[in-house]
């Protein structure tokens, strides 16, 4: 028997044969650190791995070429040799004057895409006037009330050939509206517009917890903002279908894959609905996965996701474009990994969660900041995080191959289980009726809770180490040696203000009938996005175009599991 | 343990705040723990949360905070408890809180407050140690 692994034709049972003599002449498994070893996401490690693990591996069927399905080496025929990832460092604090302060900081240190993050009030549709914004505004990300809020935060940059990222979900759909408005103002042309919303509704419910409607309403202003976005932004990105917030809320690496491929097969059969044909959206769904500390376990991730996603596209929805089978995804380090005791240690996390990242193959990439685990990022954390990413591009040449670990029996072996428990959780989802039916049943959020308290046990027997917080502990304690951002306490009340002095100088009727329109068109089954553009173009508020269509859709009320 | 009533103990997220990974492992070590837990849910406000501890006359409130809006927040929570004659039930906070603060956020009379390297063990020990409301 002859396999196609890394060292061409081996025969596997003179192999087996000698790896048992050399096993039991020369190993004493006594002299291991522990009895077993495991990932992350605790599947087994072996001491070796070799050519058996890799023998069932078909090189074209289930490896390929870059650009090539099953695009498990990588979406692109020259991946970074032709265009290195997209550096794209979250920026969001304050108004949008100060937000606009820091992308233009970030670009001039050599930044390539922009990445804004909101703060709470935006995020769940709340303006900053509301009470339940109170101590909130501009705190954790920057506050958005209307449309001229994020032209200060666009102010000099321009939206034609910089790409823009928005990390929004229950209300993208005001956010993308006001991007393509303020596009429109400035004469950009819609087709050159590129970019991204999360828009991500349906791991809200599983795990980040942002949420405003019920999810079938969520669902539908999510497919409008689809289906709308190809009709008339051909180089958009209308969603970003996420593991990151999956991963951050417990998940282990196969269930951050399985839960957002099932997500996305969501999505698929929400759009197809409309009549749409999957070869027309499929190619701008775009995906965000996390970049977490099992180094190669990440990398097998990026792999098997890949594969998968193809197969799906190509068996299940029938497929037929190449483009509509090609997983593309943005990628952070992991925020829960990092520590707020010894902080600088959290620069060699990032750098080498992020080198996992590159090797896996990311389109675009943000590192977190070493003071994560303490405040948002300051200007000195995202520089040092930016400067990781260029290092590992510039420096370490790890980039100028492209995915460098291919054929490695350790990480074809990984990335075939990973694959495998995918598949497995993809089943049981299908038959708990999908992932909307499963989200509604708490699937998710009952598997997310148990592995998430397993992971907390392991982490306080000593498991799980956390260098400087539950091994290799300074008795002399673990300071900040950096200084933290800092929020502004004047903020909420300079935002309350810019919003007061837009309401008096708009036209409270034209606002009314814009309102008024837009609830009548969800009343309907019409695509919201226009009406929603006219709304935000009159400045009604991000807080007053919610409520419009609270009025119609209800208020989602989650039964939450522990 | 003896013999006395469980000491009851309500988890609670207040504010916008969506970070739920937390409050529900906490939640669920200190049922595990033998305590009697309610958690609230997401998105609640200071106000909801003292009505809530006051109807299930719980002896401990353990409030978790990761957006950086405790400092808004958790005062609102004691003003209510006191309103209702409840000051003497125990406010544990845990969250991303900073050194600074840990220290106002106990002068303005939170019982504790616990980092998130803080262990699960540690809370439930300070809980059987200080929980029961009527102690002091």
Known sequence: MATTGSTGSVDLGALAAAQAEWESTDVRPAAERREQFETLSGLPVKRLYGPADVAGVDYLEDLGFPGRYPYTRGPYPTMYRGRPWTMRQIAGYGTGRDTNGRLKYLIAQGQTGISVDFDMPTLMGYDSDDPRARGEVGREGVAVDTIDDLADILDGIDIGTISVSMTINPTAWILFAMYVALADAQGAPRASLSGTVQADILKEYIAQKEWIYPIPAAMRLVRDLIVYSVRHLPRYNPINVSGYHIREAGATAVQEAAFTLANGIAYVEEVRQTGLAVDDFAPRLAFYFIAERDFFEEVAKFRAARRVWARIMRDRFGARRPESMRLRFHCQTAGSSLTAREPLNNIARTALQALSAVLGGAQSLHANGMDEALAIPSELAMKVALRTQQIILEETRAANTIDPLAGGYFIEALTDEIEAGIWAYLRRIDDLGGAVAAAQQNFFQAELADTAYRYQRQKERGDLAVVGVNKYVDPAGAGVPFALHEVDADVEARQRERLARVKRERSGDEVARALAALAQAARGDGNLIPPTIDAVRARATLGEIVRALRDVFGTYVEQPVF | ?136
């Open chain 2, 1 to 136: 343990m003896s013999s006395s009533p469980r000491i009851r103990v309500l988890m609670a997220k207040i504010g916008l705040d969506g970070h739920d990974r937390g409050v529900k492992v906490v939640a669920r070590a200190l049922r595990d723990a033998g305590f009697e837990v309610v958690y609230t849910g997401l998105h609640r406000t200071p106000e909801e949360v003292a009505v809530a501890a006051v109807q299930e006359d719980v002896d401990v409130i353990g409030v978790s905070i990761l957006s950086g809006a405790h400092m808004a927040l958790v005062p609102p929570l004691l003003d209510a408890l006191q309103a209702r004659d409840a000051g003497d039930i125990k406010v544990l906070v845990g969250g991303v809180i900073p050194e600074a603060d840990r220290a106002k956020l106990r002068d303005l009379g939170a019982a504790a407050v616990f980092d998130q390297d803080a262990s699960t063990d540690a809370v439930v020990d300070w809980i059987r140690r200080h929980g029961v409301r009527s102690e002091e």
